[in-house]
């Protein structure tokens, strides 16, 4: 925790100067508000140095802040409460003595060196050591709150850049212009089949709108969207394409990133089936692993033998949005050879509503 920027390392600096300019009107208002001579060094090097002294330490409160965290839970509260006080005394006691060695060696008038001195001043300038961890715990909640905030501002620019490619993807001029197409032949072919791919397209841009505000949903509710479009393009296909799931039933209240599957099983008609005379298979797979979740979008084309690691949009996309709501608890992998088919694997945690 703690990693603060140039920035607020300047700001840090900048506070510690106005405490020393506050502390030097305080000394000075005290000296003429008891008719006491006003002596200029103490007025402005004692706060001056007050405030460089806690500035110097700033870090290594923050660092001792950092390493016990008090934040972090129960375990162990008691060993890092017991650390914080004992760390509080020892640099108070340290600044404290160098304060007053400096003063003395610098002849400011009034300076004390005794230890008793220093330690009676303790009960003044030990809660300066707790009032900065509670500055280092503000300024680290600051910083998670923030990067929360952008975290969840890109993950909602991500979820609208999925669904325009959703749309650009599936619903570009040539897919429109394929399923239009399609539609129009089967409507003197096979009316009844016309009508059927009609009535799937609609349910088609009906779900990816209801899907616009939510950037998670259920397995379920994935796998009905995907469904929607891949009997669409069975219809457009025909015998060519043959659609397979092979989902464990209790995968499927597990929540994942909206509109996830649909651009693979894009890639895997367009690559492994389309260019096939014959057709093939299509299959989603979907398995839990004790607290993770395993999908898999396979087809049984002639896979891609000199394939070298080099991700188009979609897959990289998808990887990113699985990164960005997981981080490394989350991944992506492929499996393709001569003849084996193309499948993307995706690895994440088993999460529910519940």
């Known amino acids: 925790?703690?990693?603060?920027?140039?920035?607020?390392?300047?700001?840090?600096?900048?506070?510690?100067?106005?405490?020393?300019?506050f502390m030097m009107g305080l000394v000075y208002g005290q000296a003429v508000s008891r008719g006491a001579a006003v002596h200029w060094r103490t007025v402005v090097l004692s706060p001056l140095l007050h405030s460089l002294l806690w500035a110097l330490l700033t870090p290594v409160v923050f660092a001792l802040a950092s390493r016990f965290d008090l934040t972090a839970g129960r375990r162990g509260l008691l060993v890092k409460l017991l650390v914080h006080v004992a760390a509080g005394v020892a640099l108070t006691v340290g600044y404290r003595a160098v304060y007053v060695l400096v003063l003395r060696l610098l002849?400011?008038?009034g300076t004390e060196v005794s230890w008793a001195a220093i330690v009676?001043?303790?009960?003044?300038?030990?809660?300066?050591?707790?009032?900065?961890?509670?500055a280092a715990y503000a300024l680290e909640y600051s910083d998670r709150y923030r990067h929360r905030s952008l975290e969840a501002a890109r993950l909602e620019t991500q979820l609208v850049q999925a669904q325009l490619q959703a749309l650009k993807m599936q619903l570009k001029p040539h897919f429109l212009f394929n399923a239009l197409n399609a539609i129009a032949?089967?409507?003197g072919d096979d009316p009844k089949a016309g009508q059927r791919m009609m009535g799937k397209?609609?349910?088609?841009?009906?779900?990816?709108?209801?899907?616009?505000d939510a950037q998670q949903v259920t397995l379920e509710q994935e796998l009905q969207f995907t469904a929607l479009y891949l009997e669409i393009e069975q219809i457009r296909f025909s015998d060519r394409l043959t659609l397979c799931y092979e989902v464990d039933p209790e995968t499927r209240p597990a929540l994942v990133p909206s509109l996830l599957l649909q651009p693979l099983v894009e890639n895997a008609v367009r690559h492994g089936i389309a260019r096939n005379p014959d057709g093939g298979t299509v299959c989603l797979r979907a398995t839990r692993q004790g607290e993770r979740l395993q999908l898999g979008v396979y087809d049984d084309g002639p896979g891609a033998p000199g394939f070298d690691g080099a991700w188009g949009i979609?897959?990289?996309?998808t990887e990113d949005r699985l990164r960005a709501l997981h981080g490394a608890g989350a991944s992506l992998r492929i499996d393709t050879g001569a003849g084996q088919g193309f499948t993307v694997w995706l690895d994440l945690p088993f999460i529910t509503t519940a």
């Open 201 to 212: 397209l609609g349910q088609f841009l009906r779900v990816v709108l209801d899907h616009s």
């Open 185 to 187: 032949a089967l409507t």
């Open 120 to 134: 009676s001043s303790l009960n003044v300038w030990v809660p300066m050591y707790w009032m900065l961890l509670l």
């Open 107 to 109: 002849a400011v008038p």
């Open 314 to 317: 979609g897959l990289r996309n």
């Open 1 to 21: 925790m703690l990693h603060l920027e140039r920035m607020k390392w300047g700001r840090i600096a900048l506070a510690w100067l106005l405490f020393a300019l």
